[in-house]
């Protein structure tokens, strides 16, 4: 129900804009969230945004170079980053949840299948 894409390769420094399709479920109620997994370590929380837009949260490691933002009437949520630097080569995951966002995967009943993205020096 949840189709992450939009991951590549990149340079340090560049940009990538990361997209998420939600099919199935009345995306407007739901809170959506990206996490991320790199080798050899948990998955964790990077950004998530709570169904009225506006309302943002980022982890500290991506706060100001990273956008997230969603269009209630496409059932897409956007993951946008800057700036980018080799510590964020990772799969990233979209998740959907009901409720406030939380940092922890558990909550998220909705995952994507995660999309590489690959930040070389």
């Known amino acids: 129900q949840l189709q992450a894409f939009g991951g590549g390769l990149v340079q340090v420094g560049g940009s990538l804009g990361l997209s998420c399709a939600a099919s199935?479920?009345?995306?407007?109620?739901?809170?959506l969230g990206w996490f991320r997994q790199a080798p050899g370590k948990e998955r964790e929380f990077v950004s998530g945004?709570?169904?009225?837009?506006?309302?943002?949260y980022y982890a500290d490691s991506v706060k100001g170079r990273f956008t997230i933002s969603r269009d209630n009437a496409k059932n897409m949520v956007y993951l946008q980053m800057n700036s980018l630097k080799p510590e964020d080569t990772a799969v990233y995951f979209c998740?959907?949840?009901?409720?406030?966002?939380?940092?922890?995967?558990?909550?998220?009943?909705?995952w994507g299948q995660g999309t590489q993205v690959t930040v070389s020096s």
């Open positions: 998740a959907a949840r009901q409720g406030p966002v939380v940092t922890t995967e558990g909550p998220y009943r909705y």
């Open positions: 199935g479920l009345t995306f407007s109620m739901y809170t």
């Open positions: 945004i709570v169904r009225n837009v506006g309302v943002t």
